[in-house]
């Protein structure tokens, strides 16, 4: 929630470096991953949330496969997913980000 209260305010280089580094290896899978690119996903909110869910899935490093496994179904990934969906429906459903 700070997170999106500073991004609100324009502060974003108040956000830690961690959280600026993660938002920079989504945007480049994003971009630089092909599937990412097709036309049902390039400029989407479904691209926008299946580039968050796939940094973690495909990019993001994990100590082994149960951590990333425990990541996604029921950690830091899965909250990050439930984050990413919630604001890519408030943006499907008013057009525009609500930060509350």
Known sequence: KEVLQKLQKGADDENSIVY???VEE???Y?????TQQMPTTA???FGA???V?????NVRRFKDGEAK???ITEGTA??????AFDLCADFANGGSLQFN
């Not at 869910?53 to 899935?57: C, D, E, I």
């Open 20 to 22: 600026r580094n993660i």
């Open 26 to 28: 989504v945007y480049s």
């Open 30 to 34: 994003a971009m630089g991953n092909q």
């Open 43 to 45: 400029g989407t909110v």
């Open 49 to 51: 949330y299946n580039a």
């Open 53 to 57: 869910t796939g940094y973690f899935q």
């Open 69 to 71: 496994f425990k990541s």
């Open 78 to 83: 899965k909250q990050r997913a439930q984050v």
